[in-house]
Nanobody, 126 residues
Framework: QVQLVESGGGLVQPGGSLRLSCAVS????????MGWFRQAPGREREFVAG????????HYGDSVNGRFTISRDISKNTLYLQMNVLTPDDTAVYYC???????????????????WGQGTQVTVSS
């Protein structure tokens, strides 16, 4: 059984940084396309960042491109999201997710993901 456990969320001031982690157990991280999603109250779930199962490519949502960086450590079976220059609009619950599809196109929709973590709250406020 694959399990994803996020950590690293918290309260940060505007302009600050946080690094989220997603520990994967039950299967090797490189088996999956991996993604970070977020959902704020009253808003739809949003794709934030993703990394191909090969590690060959990364992808970012328009609102975070240039500020967030996704990475992974295969030896630790852990996915990361480095978030810089945070704004109040980044406030949300952040989820990591794993997709087994390995299609020709990277999966940007949450419906294409098979496994989800429980989420970690990120609050950006002064």
């Amino acid at each position: 059984q694959v399990q994803l456990v996020e950590s690293g969320g918290g309260l940060v001031q505007p302009g600050g940084s946080l690094r989220l982690s997603c520990a994967v157990s039950g299967r090797t991280l490189s088996t999956y396309d991996m993604g970070w999603f977020r959902q704020a109250p009253g808003r739809e779930r949003e794709f934030v960042a993703g990394i191909r199962w090969t590690g060959a490519s990364t992808h970012y949502g328009d609102s975070v491109n240039g500020r967030f960086t996704i990475s992974r450590d295969i030896s630790k079976n852990t996915l990361y999201l480095q978030m810089n220059v945070l704004t109040p609009d980044d406030t949300a619950v952040y989820y990591c997710a794993a997709s087994i599809l390995k299609g020709l196109v990277f999966p940007f929709s949450g419906r294409q993901y098979n496994h989800w973590g429980q989420g970690t709250q990120v609050t950006v406020s002064s």
